[in-house]
């Protein structure tokens, strides 16, 4: 297509956060709008020097906008790191290259390996808008992705990012499936791994849906976003490292794709493993375990999803050339006293501290991860990963190796405490029958996390328990009154979040 | 959930169009992004008096609002309305009651008549974001939506919005599937049908894929953005009217999925039937005619998906009380020689005047349409519709009910003339084999329109016809040179929108 150098426009920051998605503010009457036919929604390729970036286009209608200016939101401002003074040309995009993979996915068509491509670059280049990839993740949920597909879209989104290269000789990763509230083994199976002398260069990701992502927690207690070369250093250094996967750009395609996950709150085994299975190609892992928590509101409710989650995981990840592990785990409840990031934070310590009253779930499953995971790297005696695991941990070098990993990534930081806490009581006596994950998670998200570091539930008690009418069941954590308030009136309308039976 | 009466900010006016997506602007330290824990993408709740919105709130990080202050765009004002002076009050709202009905449907669940209701009821209230409706309409594409799921959501649309009462009698309307450029046969049916007594008030819709919608071409003529009241005068004095639905809230669902149909450029059977009998049934039809044109690049493909979209037509319209016929039509080329709001006005017009020239394409067209349209009607004499349709439309009858309509809607204009006419010429010497309606839609709206209300193409060419080297196989209209070369452009690069058989 032409480009018309008559209709450039001069820059100027809008100061809009629009989270990710790239927006410029082109006034009604400006040159661009009326003479390329531009008008509110529309996606328009804008490029400033030798950058560019497919940005959605609101008019502006009121006069704080000069005729020639165009206002870039921030993630706009950031693709093109505009210099002072510079201006920027506009055209109508290209159709996006994947747009008939998109449209014949979504009309029950199967992907091959260059519709997955197509679509991957697309994603990962921000060349899809919000609106198509939402219909690409619809068009993927539930089963409707194959095994075969499956595969060519774990290489179509490691093929988009950054492959991490470790020299050669194993490197060890984990992953927890997740729907799990306060399941933060990663920190102490890392902690375990690197002092045992093994590579384990962990990227973890924010919250998608959850009160608390791994990067969130660690965050708490460490810096997290590291770029490659840092990243790089601390593992050289240390072994391991607990990261934010973000600014390594490893999957990128699938950052963007969590972008509409997250509001839309589902996806499917599909693009689940994919998702996993592609960070862990791009970080170069070899040996991988994954922890698949099952229970009636984990992310996995019964054992014939999991199996069908644990065969998709097998089949890709020895497509990808892994030596991959599912190690399916108890998810009717949730792991650990803490939710929320400083929470978890406090847990994970805890155990690694071998401090009095540190959870024993956490214990028992980061031991049953760090166990298994071992096994699967050469040298590991037949039988022997939960031996050596359980040594590392009580020996305190887990615990040393921790801290040096904190101190190689910027520095420890012990987390602190929320300042508003009230407690939900038990309406009447009982016995713990069932704890409702989701809703419990729902109302640490309501109390501010993972936004509020501080913020979520602490709950100490587990199925089987006895409660007497009165007694906290769990306790609310926020750092505003409005938040707290929030999450105690949703527990309020929600009674049976921890549902008691007449013992 | 509480409200928060500390929370409340002045509201101001963004003056941004983010077309119908309501958007409200807080600056980063405002007490409401901190109290509330609100984060840019975020969707809230705001109050101002007695009325509200679900918006989307982006973040400001300049200096240019007050921290007391939230900036509403054009969409959310207009949805508030407020008096000078104004606070706004804010909360989180409510997970959508359809939320689990979405997920089940994504998940490959059916949907009751219940979850329909639940649907369409937050989606006319613009209470799911724009991302859940891309899932919605991604859920139902293709084959997803069963004739039961069908009849549930035609009944769910026209249950959320107005419906109109013409106090008994019959009430006739028509509707084509579309897909055919040109096929602007709506203001002759209406001129005629009402020129033989019959009441037919008409309402259409503006293009959403394609140059043109009929109430883009009918307003180059008359005001066509009635409101109830008005259309109602329209149809009382004459009979029949021509006016654009989006004023009288007619399946108001459907004009808010229209805004994600449009970016997606796809919908489903199912989807399709519901849009268009929930618009006739709420707009009191009691006789409907489908004009179903079927060709390779029209909207309907083969007789098999023919036949399956009348099955679920006529299914549907008999679940809603309606007598509805479905006419069969050739979908091969474009009907008429204009393509674009003002072209096709013209070709209408043609028509209607009987001018020497017009094209006879159109007329039968019309004539058909009417003819099968009056035959549903009580007193028409079986086989006698195509004949009175003649005699309305020869004896200038039909002509003078137009221009009576397009008084009582505002007043007639004569469709005006673009400034830039470029012609596409042929390559070599041929025989026409066949017409891309798809692509040469694709160089009209490229060209400017429907936006543009002069610009399109105007093409007279027809499968069969020869055409020597150098010829114009059609001639680009647009109201800038940028749009005229950006069309020219893609008629370049697409040579077989025409495409050329040796003799």
Request: aromatic share 4%; charged share 20%.
């Given at each position: 297509?032409?480009?018309?150098?008559?209709?450039?426009?001069?820059?100027?920051?809008?100061?809009?956060d629009?989270y990710?998605?790239?927006?410029?503010?082109?006034?009604?009457?400006?040159?661009?709008?009326?003479?390329?036919?531009?008008?509110?929604?529309?996606?328009?390729?804008?490029?400033?020097?030798?950058?560019?970036?497919?940005?959605?286009?609101?008019?502006?209608?009121?006069?704080?906008?000069?005729?020639?200016?165009?206002?870039?939101?921030?993630?706009?401002?950031?693709?093109?790191?505009?210099?002072?003074?510079?201006?920027?040309?506009?055209?109508?995009?290209?159709?996006?290259?994947?747009?008939?993979?998109?449209?014949?996915?979504?009309?029950?068509?199967?992907?091959?390996?260059?519709?997955?491509?197509?679509?991957?670059?697309?994603?990962?280049?921000?060349?899809?808008?919000?609106?198509?990839?939402?219909?690409?993740?619809?068009?993927?949920?539930?089963?409707?992705?194959?095994?075969?597909?499956?595969?060519?879209?774990?290489?179509?989104?490691?093929?988009?990012?950054?492959?991490?290269?470790?020299?050669?000789?194993?490197?060890?990763?984990?992953?927890?499936?997740?729907?799990?509230p306060g399941?933060?083994?990663?920190?102490?199976?890392?902690?375990?791994?690197?002092?045992?002398?093994?590579?384990?260069?962990?990227?973890?990701?924010r919250a998608i849906t959850s009160p608390a992502g791994?990067?969130d927690t660690?965050e708490v207690?460490?810096?997290?976003?590291?770029?490659?070369?840092?990243?790089?250093?601390?593992?050289?250094?240390?072994?391991?490292?607990?990261?934010?996967?973000?600014?390594?750009?490893?999957?990128?395609?699938?950052?963007?794709?969590?972008?509409?996950?997250r509001p839309?709150d589902?996806?499917?085994?599909?693009?689940?493993?994919?998702?996993?299975?592609?960070?862990?190609?791009?970080?170069?892992?070899?040996?991988?375990?994954?922890?698949?928590?099952?229970?009636?509101t984990?992310?996995?409710?019964?054992?014939?999803?999991?199996?069908?989650?644990?065969?998709?995981?097998?089949?890709?990840?020895?497509?990808?050339?892994?030596?991959?592990?599912?190690?399916?785990?108890?998810?009717?409840q949730p792991?650990g006293m803490g939710i929320g990031p400083a929470l978890e934070a406090r847990d994970?310590?805890?155990?690694?501290?071998?401090?009095?009253?540190?959870?024993?779930?956490?214990?028992?499953?980061?031991?049953?991860?760090?166990?298994?995971?071992?096994?699967?790297?050469?040298?590991?005696?037949?039988?022997?990963?939960?031996?050596?695991?359980?040594?590392?941990?009580?020996?305190?070098?887990?615990?040393?190796?921790?801290?040096?990993?904190?101190?190689?990534?910027?520095?420890?930081?012990?987390p602190g405490e929320a300042p508003f806490q009230a407690p939900v009581v038990a309406p009447r006596?009982?016995?713990i029958?069932?704890i409702d994950n989701r809703r419990l998670a729902k109302v640490a998200k309501l109390a501010g996390a993972p936004g509020a570091a501080l913020a979520g539930v602490v709950c100490t008690l587990?199925?089987?328990?006895?409660v007497v009418a009165g007694q906290p069941l769990y306790t609310v954590h926020a750092q505003s009154p409005g938040e707290r308030d929030y999450a105690l009136a949703y527990a309020q309308t929600h009674t049976d979040i921890l549902s008691l039976?007449?013992?």
């Amino acid at each position: 297509m032409t480009e018309h150098a008559h209709t450039r426009l001069r820059v100027v920051r809008a100061g809009i956060d629009t989270y990710q998605q790239p927006v410029v503010y082109m006034h009604r009457d400006c040159p661009v709008c009326r003479s390329e036919g531009f008008a509110a929604l529309t996606r328009v390729q804008m490029r400033v020097g030798t950058r560019e970036v497919i940005a959605t286009l609101n008019v502006v209608t009121g006069d704080h906008l000069a005729v020639d200016e165009v206002a870039l939101s921030d993630a706009a401002w950031q693709a093109v790191t505009p210099e002072a003074g510079a201006y920027a040309t506009f055209q109508h995009p290209e159709p996006a290259a994947s747009a008939g993979a998109l449209r014949a996915k979504v009309f029950g068509a199967r992907l091959d390996d260059a519709d997955c491509l197509a679509l991957m670059r697309d994603t990962a280049a921000n060349r899809l808008s919000d609106i198509e990839l939402a219909a690409f993740v619809t068009a993927c949920a539930g089963e409707r992705l194959d095994h075969g597909e499956t595969i060519a879209l774990t290489r179509a989104m490691v093929a988009v990012g950054e492959r991490l290269d470790w020299g050669g000789g194993p490197v060890l990763d984990k992953h927890c499936v997740g729907g799990l509230p306060g399941n933060r083994t990663t920190p102490i199976v890392v902690a375990i791994i690197a002092a045992l002398g093994h590579r384990i260069p962990k990227t973890s990701s924010r919250a998608i849906t959850s009160p608390a992502g791994t990067a969130d927690t660690m965050e708490v207690m460490a810096p997290v976003a590291l770029d490659l070369a840092a990243m790089r250093r601390v593992v050289e250094r240390e072994g391991g490292c607990i990261v934010w996967g973000g600014n390594v750009r490893l999957s990128p395609a699938d950052d963007v794709l969590i972008r509409v996950e997250r509001p839309l709150d589902f996806d499917s085994d599909g693009q689940l493993v994919a998702s996993v299975l592609s960070k862990k190609v791009a970080a170069g892992a070899s040996q991988v375990l994954i922890d698949m928590p099952v229970g009636p509101t984990a992310k996995v409710r019964s054992d014939a999803a999991a199996q069908a989650l644990a065969a998709r995981l097998t089949v890709t990840g020895s497509a990808m050339g892994l030596n991959l592990a599912v190690l399916h785990t108890d998810g009717r409840q949730p792991v650990g006293m803490g939710i929320g990031p400083a929470l978890e934070a406090r847990d994970v310590l805890a155990v690694l501290r071998g401090a009095p009253g540190a959870p024993a779930d956490l214990r028992t499953r980061a031991l049953a991860v760090a166990g298994a995971l071992l096994e699967l790297a050469p040298g590991t005696p037949p039988g022997q990963g939960p031996a050596l695991a359980t040594q590392a941990l009580d020996s305190g070098r887990a615990w040393a190796k921790f801290l040096a990993i904190c101190e190689a990534q910027g520095g420890f930081s012990e987390p602190g405490e929320a300042p508003f806490q009230a407690p939900v009581v038990a309406p009447r006596a009982g016995r713990i029958a069932a704890i409702d994950n989701r809703r419990l998670a729902k109302v640490a998200k309501l109390a501010g996390a993972p936004g509020a570091a501080l913020a979520g539930v602490v709950c100490t008690l587990r199925i089987g328990d006895p409660v007497v009418a009165g007694q906290p069941l769990y306790t609310v954590h926020a750092q505003s009154p409005g938040e707290r308030d929030y999450a105690l009136a949703y527990a309020q309308t929600h009674t049976d979040i921890l549902s008691l039976e007449t013992p």
